[in-house]
């Protein structure tokens, strides 16, 4: 029976038995919103705008060097680009961010090839010192695993710590958005990453010792620039033990060229200017160094010039500046040596000290022609033990008179034991007879060798000769006392002369002056004006020599007449270093140059270590009633000593010597 609408079967459906809960779920007003609520315990991050995911990252950095490799230099570029200090600070990426590259490059070291310098370049050259401790040690494990994996990258690394150890730039240490690392710091952060890197890499030392020598600072630069950097590589030394000899020397004969620099500059200015103006010059310094800020970048009152300064006046403060350079250097230096070698504890390290100071001596200071104040470091602390004062001069007596070396290195070493003999107060009387012996000994061998031949005074042919000459009259002049006879000394009669009386001396150095003073050699026509005038009057003072005779007939005598041809041997030659004083004088070339090294010091920061050490000139008791009753005061004392010290100084007239 087919089904009809009303017979179909009811539509089925579902209902809920409504509980007595679902009234709270509906709101109670229909215009009523339900409340939201905040947990305030949320912790909210800030994305930065350049922020990636540190996987991202890895995959960038690892694409960009595998797309390189096909030729696609994009993404190259962009990891270039994150490496490069941009102009806006907008542009900089976050320290996260950063970071997150950096251990990403880490991750790829065996990607970095010389192919990709461009790239190494940038790295090195970006501002890591100014960040966070965390990314500097993250860093610095960077430049381990580079030059470890790549040793071709060893040098540019190594370059550009050091040149952070000198002055650096002030937006050195400031990073936006991050604390200020004050200078200090950086440097302890270079020092780190440097003795990281020689542990890691032992032979990276030979690699530093020339990166350290090709970034000294110019002679020209700054006194702020030099100190800084001496400071840094002797704070390097006490992690780098190996550097140490090679340092001191690479200090050392930067030194000596600044001295010479001086002396040469201070005799150009002699001969335009006057000597009174030179003599004033290293005297005038002193308010200038006192005061100095480290971190301030006006520190050396460098400023620049007018460009309608005279020029004189300019010339006179570039000398000025060098003077000061030298004096922070050598101050820093005399501190530096002091820490183990001082009359409180002379033990190995002070041994040590000496070794190097000695070998400086010999292969850096006495090759140098004038050196003016460098050798006063070992002029002080030879001085801190008799082995030391004997081991010096026996040097020098070597080279003074070991026929092998050349003349101008036996000429200067003969200077160097007399100006130490005469000058250095802890220099025993026994050291000062034997010196004294040794040179008498020499002169007798020359004189035997040369008389024969002789026609007169002749510097260029008996120069060593006059050389020993000299050293005999300038020791006599300041340790005469050492040379007498005292009465426990074959003094049969007891009787003690008063002064202006003929005195007692040690057997042969009456009989020395007599046999060199007379001779034909004549050395008291060739040998320094200043120095001659002062040993004659002592000399006859005491009843030694009499020479004003010789003196007098020395006046009348041309010394062209004896001066050798140009044909001449060049066996006895001397050579030629006329300077601007000396040729401003006529006859000053044929006299032998007054250069003793241990002349007075007027450095006036780093004079201080050798007053105790340093003999200055005083005169001889009853020579001069007057010069004897100003003896008390200082400052006449030293009016005094210019009187004759004045010819003896480095920037002296004469010839070489």
């Known amino acids: 029976m087919p089904l009809t609408t009303s017979s179909r079967l009811p539509r089925l459906t579902v209902a809920r038995k409504r509980d007595d809960d679902d009234d709270a779920l509906l709101p109670s007003s229909p215009s009523k919103r339900a409340r939201v609520t905040f947990d305030l315990d949320v912790e909210v991050h800030t994305v930065a705008k350049y922020e990636k995911a540190p996987e991202l990252i890895q995959e960038e950095v690892r694409s960009a060097f595998q797309k390189r490799v096909l030729g696609d230099d994009t993404g190259y570029e962009k990891l270039k680009a994150v490496y490069t200090k941009g102009d806006n600070e907008e542009d900089e990426l976050s320290s996260t961010t950063l970071k997150n590259y950096t251990v990403a490059l880490l991750g790829n070291i065996s990607s970095l090839t010389a192919a990709t310098s461009d790239l190494v370049r940038l790295v090195l050259k970006s501002d890591w010192l100014g960040r966070e401790e965390e990314y500097v040690t993250l860093f610095m494990r960077l430049l381990a695993n580079l030059v470890t994996a790549r040793g071709v990258f060893l040098v540019d690394t190594l370059r550009m710590l050091v040149d952070n150890l000198t002055i650096t730039p002030p937006s050195t240490g400031q990073v936006s958005g991050l604390p200020q690392v004050s200078r200090l710091a950086i440097y302890t952060r270079v020092h780190n990453a440097i003795r990281y890197l020689i542990q890691l890499i032992p032979s990276a030392s030979g690699t530093l010792k020339d990166v350290l020598v090709n970034r000294f600072p110019h002679q020209t630069d700054s006194r702020r620039s ?266 049969d009669d007891g009787f003690e002369p008063s002064y202006g009386q003929d005195r007692r001396w040690k057997s042969g150095v009456k009989d020395a002056f007599t046999a060199n003073l007379f001779s034909k050699l004549n050395p008291l026509k060739v040998c320094s004006p200043a120095i001659v005038d002062q040993f004659a009057k002592i000399a006859k003072h005491f009843g030694l020599v009499y020479v004003y005779h010789v003196l007098e007939v020395n006046k009348r005598i041309r010394l062209s007449r004896y001066t050798s041809s140009a044909s001449t041997s060049m066996k006895y030659a001397q050579p030629q270093r006329e300077t601007a004083l000396s040729v401003s004088n006529n006859a000053s070339h044929q006299h032998l140059d007054a250069y003793f090294p241990f002349d007075p010091y007027y450095l006036p920061k780093s004079k201080r270590w050798i007053e105790e050490d340093y003999r200055v000139w005083r005169g001889v008791p009853g020579l001069d009633e007057e010069e004897a009753s100003q003896s008390g005061s200082e400052e006449e004392d030293d009016m005094m000593e210019s009187d004759f010290e004045e010819g003896t100084e480095t920037d002296g007239s004469g010839a070489s010597g």
């Open 226 to 491: 030099h100190v800084t950097y001496v400071h840094n590589l002797l704070k390097m030394l006490d992690y780098a033990a190996e550097l140490r000899s090679d340092v001191l020397a690479l200090i050392t004969d930067k030194l000596v060229k600044i001295d010479v620099q001086v002396q040469v500059d201070l005799e150009d200015l002699a001969e335009e200017i006057g000597e009174r103006l030179v003599q004033r010059i290293p005297q005038a310094k002193q308010d200038l160094l006192d005061g100095l800020e480290e971190d301030s970048e006006s520190s050396d009152g460098e400023s620049e010039s007018d460009e309608d300064e005279d020029a004189e006046l300019q010339r006179t403060k570039d000398v000025i500046k060098n003077v000061e350079k030298m004096d922070s250097i050598l101050d820093i230096l005399f501190s530096y040596y002091d820490r183990d070698c001082s009359e409180s504890k002379i033990n190995e390290g002070a041994s040590t000290v000496m070794e190097v100071l000695l070998s400086q001596f010999a292969t850096i200071v006495l090759p140098t022609y004038r050196s003016r104040h460098t050798q006063f470091l070992l002029f002080h602390f030879i001085q801190q033990s008799p082995t030391y004062i004997d081991q010096f001069v026996g040097i020098c007596a070597h080279k003074t008179f070991d026929r092998k070396e050349p003349i101008i290195i036996r000429q200067t070493a003969a200077a160097y034991l007399a100006s130490f003999v005469a000058r250095g107060v802890h220099v025993p009387s026994c050291i000062v007879r034997d010196v004294f012996d040794y040179i008498g000994s020499e002169l007798d061998r020359l004189r035997k060798d040369y008389e024969p031949a002789c026609r007169g005074p002749d510097l260029s042919r008996y120069s060593s000769f006059y050389c020993l000459v000299q050293a005999l009259l300038y020791i006599f002049c300041f340790r005469w006392q050492d040379l007498e006879l005292h009465p426990d000394e074959d003094d």
